[in-house]
């Protein structure tokens, strides 16, 4: 048995951040289903596809169920609180209101039962002047502050290569926090509401910069102290133009580096200002191919020196495979995806074979006769 075993999520959220949270609790044992506009959530229509199905979409619903129906019709309303009074979360990523409007508010929801967990996802909160504002990950980032500390040489901002917002300030606050509030629910026999804010949950994020801040020492004009500002943490590239990722902060480790790379007592001692130790430690690292560092470092474990890699060569490591941690697969029309491989304890939770993602409306007997 899973830890989450008898407990029923009714997920109304679409695209990244409601389906990854529902995606761990599904893992770890709930039953989830997800309740889908007519025409399916918006996520079903996303590249990449095998025989016009979203390898996304499977990816972050697998095992699920579906119900498709239309939430704006009183009648299946209707049926969807009836099945309510049998769940134990709901989670939903409307704007402010539109559940309200629906019938399906959190005053609404918590006369049919007093002990449902009802989470919801915005971008902006629950409240305040930005709540109705619509944005996705690089807006909410944009906003934080998060984003002006990735930059390029030329001091433009950095698109990010994944979703910070979404996932590190969506799904797993949400997560988190359902887990608390059905904790709750059992030991004091009483609902919650949960105000999930992308933007507001950024915060810890910018905890470097806010040291800073506090310390009344920041000059946005000039990098954070791990943002390629130190010659000890920073990104050089190698003579066959690929890239090392060094992060040797601490002086065993800095000194191990400097070793191997055979550098100049003067770079040991950091005697020179940063940019000319960075401009040091690159030209002897330009100096060799990516295969002579590998070899230098691989066999060392006190340096913080790796090769920086691609996905597939990332999913081809040694360490990965015999971790199995893409021994999971998802059939999917007779050919098999990645099974995303979640931040659940594999032993906690005893992962077997994934299901694949439900068909819209598969489900939908569940409420024909509420």
Not at 12 to 29: I, K, Q, R
Not at 261 to 276: C, M, S, Y
Not at 327 to 352: H, W
Request: aromatic share 8%; hydrophobic share 40%.
């Amino acid at each position: 048995m899973k830890p989450l075993t008898g407990i029923r999520i009714l997920d109304f959220t679409t695209l990244l951040p409601g389906p990854l949270a529902t995606l761990m609790l599904s893992d770890a044992g709930a039953e989830v289903i997800k309740i889908e506009k007519i025409g399916g959530e918006e996520m079903r229509k996303s590249e990449p596809k095998i025989f016009d199905n979203s390898i996304l979409f499977a990816m972050l619903n697998r095992g699920k169920k579906s119900i498709e129906v239309n939430l704006k019709n009183p009648v299946y309303t209707e049926k969807i609180k009836k099945l309510i009074k049998k769940s134990d979360v709901i989670i939903e990523q409307f704007r402010p209101g539109v559940m309200e409007k629906l019938g399906l508010g959190w005053k609404q929801v918590k006369k049919l039962n007093k002990k449902i967990v009802y989470c919801s996802i915005t971008g902006y909160g629950q409240d305040g002047e930005k709540k109705n504002k619509a944005g996705h990950d690089l807006n909410y980032l944009a906003e934080s502050g998060l984003l002006k500390f990735s930059c390029a040489k030329d001091g433009a901002p950095v698109l990010p290569i994944t979703q910070i917002a979404d996932i590190a300030g969506g799904s797993y606050p949400a997560f988190m926090n359902i887990l608390l509030a059905l904790f709750k629910a059992k030991n004091q026999n009483k609902g919650s509401f949960l105000d999930i804010s992308m933007y507001e949950n950024l915060i810890p994020l910018a905890w470097l910069g806010l040291s800073n801040l506090s310390a009344k020492s920041f000059d946005e004009s000039q990098p954070l102290y791990l943002n390629g500002q130190i010659a000890r943490y920073n990104i050089y590239e190698t003579k066959d133009n690929k890239y090392l990722a060094l992060g040797a902060l601490e002086d065993k480790f800095w000194k191990k580096f400097c070793e191997i790379i055979k550098a100049p007592k003067e770079v040991v001692l950091e005697k020179l200002p940063h940019n000319t130790l960075i401009k040091k430690v690159q030209s002897i690292i330009k100096e060799k191919n990516e295969s002579f560092w590998k070899k230098k470092f691989d066999n060392e474990n006190n340096v913080c020196c790796t090769a920086i890699k691609s996905l597939k060569e990332f999913m081809q490591d040694k360490h990965i495979k015999n971790k199995k941690l893409f021994a999971s697969n998802i059939s999917m029309n007779g050919k098999e995806i990645f099974a995303i491989p979640t931040a659940l304890d594999r032993k906690l939770v005893k992962m077997r074979k994934k299901n694949i993602a439900p068909i819209l409306g598969a489900d939908n007997n569940m409420i024909k006769f509420l």
